[in-house]
């Protein structure tokens, strides 16, 4: 029982930050403005640990590495402390190729909830104060889908279908998280 409360609150804290670093990575690098409630809510949570990493990690490529760097870190240390508590294998190796293949699962999420935020925010308030980051987030990969089908009448087909392709590349992520894990 002890060991189940140990993960679980480890789970639940990790997964709070990295998704934060995640995030933070995310809206810089779609170019996301960090002035709303959205994008505030993610700094603040995250200078306390990003911020310092910035001094020892440098941007890459006008990409903010140190988020990515600390969100990967995070991860690695809640799946270390997880196969601890559990008693796993602890193989560093695959515990840093798990939590590299985390990082990418948590950024399909975030991408599938901002896809399902953009459609609800369409059609119930498209003049909300965050309808524009949720939009600003999914633009970039529904414009291209867009130019494949076009809006049917006024119905566009566009976030159904990146939803679909997301969920795709989800069980592949699935597949490739267990292969790492060596349980597949």
């Known amino acids: 029982m002890l060991g189940q409360l140990g ?5 639940t804290v990790v997964t709070f930050f990295v998704v934060l670093a995640v995030a933070r990575f995310l809206l810089q690098w779609l170019r996301v403005s960090f002035h709303n ?7 603040l949570t995250t200078n ?3 911020k310092p990493a910035r001094k020892v990690i440098p941007a890459v490529a006008g990409l903010d590495a140190a988020s990515i760097a600390c969100a990967w870190l995070l991860q690695l240390a809640g799946l270390w402390l997880h196969a601890m508590i559990a008693g796993g294998d602890r193989a560093l190796l695959a515990l840093c190729a798990v939590a590299l293949i985390e990082l990418l699962r948590y950024a399909i999420y975030i991408l599938v909830f901002s896809v399902i935020m953009q459609v609800v925010f369409s059609w119930v308030n498209p003049y909300a104060p965050l ?11 529904l414009r291209p889908i867009r130019k494949l089908i076009p809006p049917i009448g006024s119905i566009d087909l566009s ?14 992520v699935n597949y490739l998280s267990f292969a790492a894990a060596g349980i597949g």
Request: proline content about 8%.
């Open 131 to 141: 309808a524009p980051v949720f939009d600003s987030i999914t633009r970039p990969f």
């Open 7 to 11: 993960s679980f609150l480890v789970d």
């Open 159 to 172: 976030p159904a279908v990146f939803f679909i392709l997301l969920q795709l590349v989800l069980i592949a």
């Open 48 to 50: 306390w640990f990003v």
């Open 37 to 43: 409630q959205v994008g505030e809510f993610v700094v």
